[in-house]
């Protein structure tokens, strides 16, 4: 890409007229605010209602997320030792409505179109016409990750459009003068607080803001009673959540702990290669040039802070081992702004060609490895499962607890008059993680479970329920049987987990095991089961 794509404006032709969409950068001030071109309506909603179709299609295939599973089981709550509580309540809701994939999948899809508007906006503040917001726009829709946080309703999901839309709020705030401008840091500060209740994350993207202020500027921001008015809001907003982690010892902490130590510091391994794929490889020269565009356009020099943040992020998930994925949002931000000086490379009509050759093939990509485009009956042999482990996470669970459900019954049957005889007695099913236990709060009942006879002292579901000091007999599922086999009279590996499907996954040929005459009281042996990941 020539220097134009890096960041120098060239001098254009009569073609790239400002009439066409493509303006030269403009001096912050009032001036500027009236200047800005207007939004690209029709490839800005086009690319928004091309991916929302997309999702909304795809979004009964394969199944439920274990994540999903696990979100629509959790009891409301203040906060969890894992999370804060807002997807939560989000999927226990729409779950009391309507029990299906495509319905808790909703608030997902509108975060990823909104997300895609809000991207385009950001272009448009950074002095991009019709062209640039059309490549931003698209860029957003055809991204991998976005789309894959996108399908499903994660807690990411709503990071989608919440990182941008901080980032928004600040760039307006810093490059628009007047006396309103200042009121943009109060928007700021309230995202940035509601969004604590949905992940604490988003605390590191405004820290990485404030150092990339302290560091380059622009200084007299700090003197701003605006900017301090904004920490202020989001402090008080946060302040129930905040007070939540105080109370509790602070449990974000040891849960990112947990998963450092799960991950076996793989995550500091794999931040960087990540930062390739995130968006996709096709769009890495685009948001390159928007990270490399702060330093070298004057016209950006107020907003340079969040090429700071971008390294903040960076080097602080590279620092805590935990997931690669982190600096997507900041990585949306870098992408808006490279469709800026992306939109002015495109001077002929073979940069136009090739640029949207490479958006084009990497929402191909995107889609093939994000989304359950192919047959359950070909996943296995393909390489996406392996590429995008959601794939994975989300197939097999009905055949998974038909085949728990089994191993219950044939216990209670086969009970004679033994311990299992009496229907009180029968067999409590203790999970290894979180997904198997939603799995069969979910489907159990089709089978014959009772939902609330699954526990799991995977995160918060340890601190949700045990089981009553009546349970002598428990089907396991997974590993955890090992830890507690001295723990019962007998304990006997009935069965192995298979989605039937040829798929790997967390759950594919675990151990289901019966254990009977428990020997230790559940205050000492239920702690032993409790683990974090």
Not at 98 to 119: F, K, Y
Request: hydrophobic residues 55%.
């Amino acid at each position: 890409m020539s220097d134009a794509a890096a960041g120098h404006a060239p001098t254009r032709p009569t073609h790239e007229a400002p009439a066409r969409g493509i303006r030269p950068a403009l001096p912050v001030g009032a001036a500027r605010i009236e200047a800005l071109a207007p939004l690209a309506r029709a490839p800005v909603f086009s690319a928004m209602a091309a991916l929302a179709v997309l999702l909304a299609a795809t979004s009964q295939w394969y199944g439920f997320h274990r994540d999903e599973l696990y979100f629509r089981m959790l009891d409301p709550a203040w906060g969890y030792v894992d999370q804060p509580p807002l997807t939560p309540l989000v999927a226990r809701a729409i779950a009391g409505v309507v029990d299906e994939p495509w319905a808790l999948r909703i608030p997902a899809i509108l975060a990823a179109a909104a997300a895609v508007l809000v991207l385009a906006l950001i272009a448009r503040e950074a002095g991009g016409g019709r062209r640039a917001q059309a490549v931003a726009a698209w860029c957003a829709a055809s991204a991998s990750f976005p789309m894959v946080f996108g399908h499903l309703l994660l807690t990411a999901s709503f990071d989608l459009v919440v990182w941008p839309l901080v980032a928004l709020f600040a760039m307006r705030a810093l490059l628009r003068d007047g006396e309103r401008s200042g009121w943009w840091w109060i928007a700021v500060g309230l995202v940035t607080g509601l969004a604590t209740y949905n992940k604490l994350l988003v605390v590191l993207l405004v820290a990485g803001i404030g150092i990339g202020l302290l560091a380059v500027g622009p200084w007299r921001t700090l003197r701003s009673p605006w900017l301090w008015a904004g920490v202020g809001v989001a402090v008080v907003i946060a302040l129930p959540n905040l007070a939540y982690q105080v109370a509790n010892d602070l449990p974000q902490l040891r849960m990112g702990a947990a998963l450092a130590e799960d991950t076996d510091g793989a995550g500091r391994l794999l931040t960087l290669p990540f930062l390739l794929l995130l968006a996709g490889p096709p769009l890495v020269p685009i948001w390159v040039a928007g990270l490399v565009g702060l330093f070298r356009r004057p016209a950006w020099r107020p907003i340079r802070l969040f090429a700071v943040a971008f390294a903040v992020l960076v080097l602080a998930t590279i620092a805590g081992g935990a997931q690669p994925y982190y600096p997507l949002g900041v990585v949306e931000v870098l992408l808006a702004l490279g469709a800026v000086p992306t939109a002015e490379w495109m001077r002929t009509r073979g940069r136009r060609a090739l640029v949207w050759a490479g958006i084009a093939l990497n929402a191909v990509v995107s889609a093939l490895i994000a989304l359950p485009l192919l047959p359950l009956a070909l996943v296995g042999a393909s390489p996406f499962a392996a590429m995008n482990q959601t794939v994975g996470d989300s197939i097999g669970w009905p055949a998974y607890v038909e085949q728990v459900a089994e191993v219950v019954h044939e216990a209670e049957g086969g009970a004679g008059s033994g311990a299992l005889a009496d229907a009180a007695s029968a067999p409590v099913v203790i999970t290894s993680n979180y997904g198997e236990a939603g799995a069969i709060a979910r489907f159990g009942p089709e089978h014959g479970l009772d939902p609330d006879a699954v526990y799991s002292g995977h995160n918060a579901l340890w601190f949700q329920a045990r089981p009553s000091d009546a349970a002598t007999d428990v089907v396991f599922v997974g590993e955890l049987s090992r830890r507690v086999a001295g723990d019962f009279a007998s304990c006997t590996t009935v069965t192995h987990l298979d989605n039937g499907l040829d798929v790997d996954n967390e759950e594919q040929g675990v151990p289901v095991t019966l254990c009977t005459g428990r020997i230790t009281g559940w205050d000492e042996l239920w702690p032993r089961l409790a683990h974090l990941s």
